[in-house]
Every structure is written in C-alpha cells, then in structure tokens.
C-alpha cells in the first residue's frame, strides 16, 4: 500500500493549523514558480489549488514526492538535471502553453541547498515568461539533511513572501537571496 494518501492527509490537516500570511499572487497568466527544497512541505500544501504542475525527480524519493503531490492534485511532471532533464524541461514548456504553471525546487535534486541551478530561468526564458519564487518563514522542525527541510510546528505562523525574476534583471538566485535577506 502506498504511503502518499496517508501523507497528503497528513499534510493537508498540518497545514489547515498553521496561521498564514501570504500576499495575494503577483503575476497574472502562466509563470514558472520556484522555491527551494527545504521550503517544500509549506509550498506544496499552500498553493495546491493554484492548478500548478508539479516536477519531481526520477529518483526513488522523486516516486514519493510524485505521488504525494499527485494525492494533493497536482499534475506531475517526472525528471530532473541528473535524469530526465530534457523530457521534463519539454513537458513543462507545454504545460506554460497550455496555460499552467510548473513548480518545481531550484536548487537541484541533490544540492548543494540554496545554489540555485538555471532550469528555471532556461524554461522561464523559453516560454517567455516570468519566475515567481516564493521564500517561506516558519518556526518548526528542520531536517539535518543537504536541503535543511523545514516541517511547520501545528498552529505555527507560516510566512510566504514573493518575488518575480524576468529575463534580463539579473540572476533568479539574487532575486532569491536578496528576498531571503529580507527576513
């Protein structure tokens, strides 16, 4: 039996807790959306009814997240820079065609956290469209591992900010680290 139901549940009654404050969308239309892979867990469960595609790596963890996210319905698109690359890189561009916005974390499928890798400004750049990246704040566990992976307290204030890069304002990772730098 697969574990993904039990833990969209659990995500989606985790999430109902926290009190959020979250700025209204900045863009209008199709966009790429970025974040980083610590900030999963909140991204996910904040903004799963923005009808986002989601991208998950080709990896036994990626099947995981892939099926999570698909439990939270989410469209899935699978691969990532070490596998699959390509196939991912085309199927997102169609979703952005067909209207949709992929999602997917910036800072690769193994690291280093918070190195941004420039899938999404290649994609954003070919589709013609603008990144919003989204920076998450929030007290609760974080994960000893590559991404420092943060899981919310219950009733914790969870704190999204946005940002939006477009082609030719400089990199998406000083959009990113300037938004983080913020606080």
Known sequence: MSL??????????????????????PVEG???VAFQHGDLLPMVALHRHRGLVGLASRS???????????????????GSSSS???EALRAAA????????PAFAVDGPRGPGGAVKPGAEALARLA?????YGVVTA??????????FVIP???????????VWRAGEGTLEEGIQALRAVG
Do not use: H, K
């Open 30 to 32: 199709p966009c790429v």
């Open 94 to 101: 169609s979703a952005i065609a067909a209207g949709q916005s």
């Open 4 to 25: 993904a139901p039990s833990i969209a549940l659990l995500v989606r009654a985790l999430a109902r807790t926290w009190r959020v404050e979250q700025p209204p969308w």
């Open 153 to 163: 307290w219950p009733f914790a204030r969870v704190r999204v900010r946005y940002g």
């Open 60 to 78: 036994r963890d990626g099947g995981l997240v892939a099926a999570v996210l698909g439990a939270l319905g989410y469209a899935v698109v699978r």
């Open 128 to 132: 013609g469209v603008p990144v919003v």
């Open 139 to 148: 007290r609760g566990m974080r994960l000893r591992t590559w991404d420092r």
């Open 84 to 86: 699959g690359g390509v």
